[in-house]
């Protein structure tokens, strides 16, 4: 059963920036990977998502131009760089993988069959 390892996350600002991260416990060099979040009382929605075999990236509307999603293969892992955030960022930020894959599926959260346990972003204004 492969687990995906979150770290990252904390209390901001606004306009401040976060750093997550999350890797596979096992190596897969062709996977979409990437977070979805939810705020209290509110849907999870997908965030951004990356195909590692080419890099291809994808990212939700409210977060294009500030967030930004990479892999580093050396470390099997994926970031989320957030940077100038919002108090309507904060919520609880899950990874979510599909693996195997050869395409990333879109936003929409039954299409993924891995998940990290959840890590908590809070914007304060």
């Known amino acids: 059963q492969v687990q995906l390892v979150e770290s990252g996350g904390g209390s901001v600002q606004a306009g401040g920036s976060l750093r997550l991260s999350c890797t596979p416990s096992?190596?897969?060099?062709?996977?979409?990977m990437g977070w979805f979040r939810q705020a209290p009382g509110k849907e999870r929605e997908g965030v951004a998502f990356?195909?590692?075999?080419?890099?291809?990236?994808f990212y939700a509307d409210s977060v294009k131009g500030r967030f930004a999603i990479s892999q580093e293969n050396a470390k099997n892992t994926v970031y989320l760089q957030m940077d100038s955030l919002k108090p309507e960022d904060t919520a609880m930020y899950y990874c979510?993988?599909?693996?195997?894959?050869?395409?990333?599926?879109?936003?929409?959260?039954?299409?993924?069959?891995?998940w990290g346990q959840g890590t908590q972003v809070t914007v304060s204004s």
């Open positions: 979510a993988a599909l693996l195997p894959s050869d395409v990333c599926p879109g936003f929409d959260m039954a299409d993924y069959n891995y």
């Open positions: 096992e190596y897969y060099s062709s996977l979409c």
């Open positions: 990356i195909y590692t075999d080419v890099g291809s990236t």
